[in-house]
Structure formats: C-alpha cells, structure tokens
C-alpha cells in the first residue's frame, strides 16, 4: 500500500481573515467550496454538516491546508492549542526569510509566542499565533542564505 500526505484540515472561525493571513505567507488558492449533504455528513461524522472550505497550496506544490468554517453545526470555541497539549499542534512552513515572514504575520496581528530562536546556526525559527488560534511554526534554513 502507498500513502503520501494530501493535506491538512484547520476550522477557523473566519474563514476570509485566514485565507487573507495565508495567501500573504505566499500560499494560494486552489478553490473554493460550500459543502454539506449526506455525504459530507458521512465522511466528516456531523449531522447537518455545512462548511465553507478553501484548499491553499504552497508555492513549491507539495504542501496544502484545507480551511473550514462551518455554518453547521455551530462552531465550538476552545482555548488555543498550546505546544505542549497532545493532539494537533501546529503547521509549519520553511520560509526564505523570517523577518519578512513576521512583518506579514504581524500585520494579521500574529506575533511569536516568545521570540525567535536559534538552532544551532541551521535555523531560525518561532511559532505564531495564527488566525482563529492555529499554531503556526515559521522556520528559515540558514544553511541556504
């Protein structure tokens, strides 16, 4: 049997503000869709599932999240993930330069949780408060500047 990874799933809250805040990290659109149905009932396991969703890809092709918010049933709000918390944690993207990366994210009003680190001078890296709560971990390779 083969697998590969298709994509990671992420309900926000607004899905227009996360689309914004990704497709300014450099990500795009793929398209964009309302689902519901019995169907959509079965494979997600919600009665009455009705989402707007969008698939985002990155620039080189290999990596995609799928954004939902969903119209039914209502959203459920929880305290964001923290790192330490089992379960889903994070997504996280190689970008060419973090400071850049930051300038965008803050613009979104994302800001690193701490600060930014150093990893034995082969990456920088931080994790943001993305949209809705999503972690999200920004890394640069150093070893390519």
Known sequence: MSIKLENVGI????LEAAIAFFTDLGLTVLGRDTISGPWADTAVGLDGNHANIAMLQTPDGSGRIELFE??????????PTQPHEIGM????FSVDDIDEALEIAARHGCHP????ATYEDVYK??????PSGILVM?????TKS
């Open 113 to 116: 949780l701490r600060g930014v």
């Open 89 to 92: 944690h994070r997504v996280a």
């Open 125 to 130: 890296l931080t994790y943001v408060r993305g």
């Open 11 to 14: 309900a926000v809250r607004d």
């Open 70 to 79: 969903y119209l039914h049933p209502d959203a459920i709000e929880t305290e």
């Open 138 to 142: 920004l890394a640069q390779d150093l």
